[in-house]
């Protein structure tokens, strides 16, 4: 698919990868285990970042000494929508980055996988969860990956702030890849108002990018009153941000390195129960 811009002309727009495809299809599939399960089996490389996800705090959140051995296993225990998630980050992981724009895809890219996390943290402790939050932050800033990569005429300046053209390679992007209008939605709305059609999934990304920038200085935040969240619910999420910076280890590290990680931040690895 293209897409026409005047200063531009036609700007192609990037494929799905085949492995998100089908871990999307998976996570709203009724026999989703069995079809992520054997599209991993053909993926070791993804298969192992999910296995270091689900044995590690930042994919369970609470500690148990038995290690996650198999694809059957860690999907039962992170559910099979945050299995599907995982594997789509891995799957959308920038590899061959232009040289002049390397450094800034990659800091793009761990502020993707940190918005992602802190997203599903706001939805657990939110009264209502947003729909797939996880991957509402992950493709939060997807125009501007995808901008990153083309030539450089056509590059952003990567120290400015997403501007309404990345949003709309972003949305265009996000559409043709068929992603749910939620999702969509949180790529290209920047209204805070929790009465539109996808207004909480919008607050909840927009929150997480927060947070992921800036830290803990955030209790003025307008997307606080639009989700409903008070001092109290905030204090739960950030109490839960060794998790964030777990998570974004191991989705940045290669594949053997994630398994370690995984392992190292699960009891079975240290022997000892701690947060960090």
Do not use: K
Not at 86 to 114: D, F, H, K, S, Y
Not at 141 to 165: E, F, N
Not at 211 to 235: V, Y
């Amino acid at each position: 698919m293209t897409l026409r811009r005047e200063d531009w002309g036609l700007l192609e727009l990037p494929t799905m990868p085949r492995l998100a495809s089908v871990a999307l299809e998976a996570a709203r599939h009724t026999d989703g285990v069995e079809l992520l399960s054997e599209a991993l089996l053909c993926a070791p490389a993804q298969l192992a970042v999910l296995l270091g996800v689900a044995n590690s705090a930042a994919g369970r959140g609470v500690l148990r000494p038995e290690r996650v051995r198999t694809v059957h296993e860690a999907i039962g225990l992170l559910g099979v929508t945050y299995a599907a998630s995982i594997v789509v980050a891995v799957a959308l992981r920038p590899t061959r980055p232009p040289p002049r724009t390397r450094r800034a895809v990659g800091r793009v890219w761990r502020e993707a996988l940190a918005t992602a996390a802190w997203s599903r943290i706001l939805s657990i402790v939110s009264a209502r969860r947003s729909r797939d939050a996880f991957l509402c932050g992950l493709l939060h800033p997807l125009g501007r990956m995808v901008l990153l990569h083309t030539p450089a005429a056509m590059q952003p300046d990567p120290d400015d702030h997403l501007d309404r053209s990345e949003r709309a390679v972003g949305v265009a992007t996000a559409s043709s890849w068929g992603m749910p209008p939620w999702i969509v939605a949180s790529i290209g709305d920047r209204e805070l108002d929790p009465r539109l059609p996808f207004g909480r999934e919008v607050a909840t990304t927009q929150l997480a990018r927060a947070l992921a920038l800036a830290g803990t200085e955030l209790h003025a935040h307008p997307a606080l009153a639009a989700l409903g969240l008070g001092p109290r619910e905030l204090h739960r999420a950030l109490r839960l941000s060794p998790m964030v910076r777990a998570s974004v280890a191991l989705l940045c590290a290669p594949a053997q390195l994630a398994v370690l990680l995984g392992v190292a931040n699960s009891a079975a690895g240290r022997g000892v129960l701690r947060p960090e």
